[in-house]
């Protein structure tokens, strides 16, 4: 459901991750959208892990994952997804997995629960955010999936 507020809670977890001390050391913000191409999500990073664009763009789309990955790699970052339509592979973006040892994290927004359930969600978990909000943990709270219904 468009309009409900999803854009709006990302943006706060952007805004507090910014401005509030915390253990990430990079946070990205990617607004994604229905005609979504990977190539413009790559360049979303890009820009926010600050590598040059001469160099950048004479990278193929799988050197660029690896310039991608080789950056985030050796860092603890956020990584903020707005309006997703479709499963996105991370990796083939060259975004490493969020786990444990690395202490990174994904969080998107979309409009639907099935696509939560595409990009891994384990379970949804109810009333951490008002009703019509639900929040799917995506391997152990690594990965998070915001939806309104």
């Given amino acids: 459901m468009g309009g409900v507020g999803k854009t709006t ?10 401005k509030t001390p915390n253990d990430f050391e990079i946070v ?3 607004v994604v959208s229905r005609d979504m191409r990977t190539s413009t999500v790559q360049e979303s990073i890009r820009r926010e892990i600050g590598f040059p664009d001469d ?9 660029r994952a690896t310039v991608i990955l080789r950056a985030l790699s050796n860092k603890r970052f956020l990584l903020l997804l707005d309006d997703i339509w479709e499963k996105i592979d991370l ?4 975004v490493p997995v969020p786990n444990m040892d690395n202490g ?6 979309t409009r639907s629960e099935e696509i939560c359930g595409l990009m891994g969600a384990r379970k949804t978990v109810k009333k951490l955010l008002p009703e019509n909000v639900k929040v799917c943990p995506l391997r152990s709270s690594l990965l998070v999936g915001l939806w309104l219904a």
């Fill in 9 to 18: 809670l990302l943006t706060q977890i952007n805004n507090e991750s910014l």
């Fill in 104 to 109: 990174s994290k994904v969080v998107f927004t």
């Fill in 55 to 63: 160099i950048w763009n004479n990278k193929s789309f799988d050197e």
């Fill in 28 to 30: 990205i913000w990617v």
């Fill in 91 to 94: 990796y083939n973006l060259g």
